[in-house]
Each structure stands twice: as C-alpha cells, then as structure tokens.
C-alpha cells in the first residue's frame, strides 16, 4: 500500500503524507495546505484516566453536532501511536454514523510534528492542559509547550492564567514561536477535561455524571473556539 492512502476499511484514518486531494503545486504545496484544520488529541483519556468508551462517544457525538457549521474545515482527532485505543474506538463509531470522513478523520502522529513530518498542516491544535495553564506535567501539555516555545507560556498568561474544567482559552501563537514557523500553527486551543485520577487536582472519583457533563462542555467549548478562528 503507498504510504498516506487511503483504504477502504480504513476510511477514517488518515497517515503520513497524506495528499487527500491529490493537487500538488509547482511549490510543492497541496489544496490541503489551505483548509482550516484542528488538530486534537483525545481530551482526558491518558493521564486523567477517563473511560475511553464514554470518551469515544462524546467525540462522535460532538463532531457530529459540529461537522455541518465548520464549513469546508476539518476536525482530526490525533494520537501518537497506531496502536491506540481510543483512535480505534472513535473511528469504528464515526463510520456507523456516516461521518463525512473528508470533514473528520483520525491521525496518527505528534500534535507537535504535523506537518513537518506527517505532512498534515493545522492550523489550530488543542491541548489537554492542565488548571494552571503550565508547561510541563507530560503528556501532549508537555510536548506543546516545548514545541512551542516560551512564547506560547508569554502568549497564554495574557490570555488567562488558570482554566476550570470543562473551559478553553484560546491563545493567538505569535510568529517567533517555532511552532507557527515550522509547522504553520496560528492557534493553540488549552482545554481542560474533567479528571478522574485521584493523584491530580479536582478528581471526581468515577462521578461520570459529571465527568461527561464536563467532557462534552470541554469539546462543545473547543469546536465554538474553531469556529470562531475559521469564521
Ligand atoms: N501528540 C499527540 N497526542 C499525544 C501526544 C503528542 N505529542 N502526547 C500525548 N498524546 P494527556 P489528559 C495523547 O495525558 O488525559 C498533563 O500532564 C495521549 O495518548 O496528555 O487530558 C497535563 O498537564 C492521549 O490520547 O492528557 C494535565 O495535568 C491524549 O493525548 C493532564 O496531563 C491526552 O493525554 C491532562 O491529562
């Protein structure tokens, strides 16, 4: 199989190099270099230890609610490796639902290295942060603040300085950052989901009442932001 096409019973997934509409330029830019995109990584299911079948379903549900008012954007759902879990649960429920898979698809890859070394330009990514808006911690809040820059940590203290759960701050990227040079991102979306690791601040020790309350506020909250960069 060429590397980056698409099959047939992978429909939803997209990898490296992917040329979805197959139109290079003479500067070796593709049609898809252009499309608004938001990258995301799946809010909450690692470190805070959310329910990854819960979680799969408020994705779907979520982009289902959106895909129609994102006009010609895309929504990619990423995560490092090929083996993951949640990439798997999210994309089998997307495609019962018909999802328009031109619109949203899942990745496989660093949030940080999109373009550069999966050749998926975004626009916009979100991070999984945590309460206090800071660099550090692990996870994908780790890798973008390095990747980032301390101009992100500058950036987002003008923007906010902590986040309660369920919000999003939007953070514009100035153009010193290496992460708006070398992979084209103008926009960092924080996010903060609900936490059900008792080692970690606000743990709502397994109330998935309200872990999914605040999970689907989360994502409502980050696809208005994408719409409101895209608009
Ligand atoms: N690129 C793409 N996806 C990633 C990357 C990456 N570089 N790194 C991790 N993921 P997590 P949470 C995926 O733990 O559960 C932090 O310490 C990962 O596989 O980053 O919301 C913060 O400071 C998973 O699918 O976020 C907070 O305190 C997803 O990103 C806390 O963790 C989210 O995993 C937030 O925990």
């Not at 590397?3 to 509409?21: C, F, I």
């Not at 759902?77 to 997307?94: H, Q």
């Not at 290295?113 to 626009?123: A, P, T, V």
């Not at 996010?191 to 994502?219: F, H, S």
């Amino acid at each position: 199989m060429k590397m980056g096409s698409r099959t047939s019973g992978d429909a939803l997934e997209k990898t490296e190099k992917d040329d979805e509409l197959g139109i290079t330029s003479t500067s070796g830019a593709t049609a898809a270099d252009s499309i608004p995109t938001l990258a995301f990584p799946s809010i909450s299911t690692a470190d805070f230890q959310f329910n990854l079948e819960k979680a799969s379903d408020i994705i779907v549900e979520k982009v289902e609610e959106f895909i129609g008012r994102i006009g010609k954007a895309r929504l990619v759902l990423v995560d490092l490796s090929r083996g993951s879990k949640i990439l798997s649960l999210v994309k089998t429920k997307a495609a019962k639902k018909n999802l328009d898979s031109n619109k949203f698809f899942t990745f496989v890859g660093d949030i940080t290295q999109l373009h550069s070394q999966g050749g998926l330009r975004c626009n916009v990514i979100a991070n999984a942060a945590n309460w206090r808006l800071k660099p550090g911690g692990g996870g994908v809040n780790a890798a973008i603040f390095k990747a980032a820059g301390t101009e992100l940590e500058s950036a987002t203290k003008e923007r906010a300085v902590t986040l309660t759960p369920g919000k999003t701050v939007i953070v514009p990227l100035p153009s010193s950052s290496p992460l708006f040079a070398k992979e084209g991102v103008t926009h960092v979306i924080h996010v903060l989901g609900p936490n059900m690791n008792p080692q970690r601040p606000d743990c709502l020790k397994d109330d998935y009442t309200q872990g999914c309350r605040i999970l689907r506020e989360a994502y409502s909250s980050l696809f208005e932001g994408f719409v409101s960069i895209v608009r």
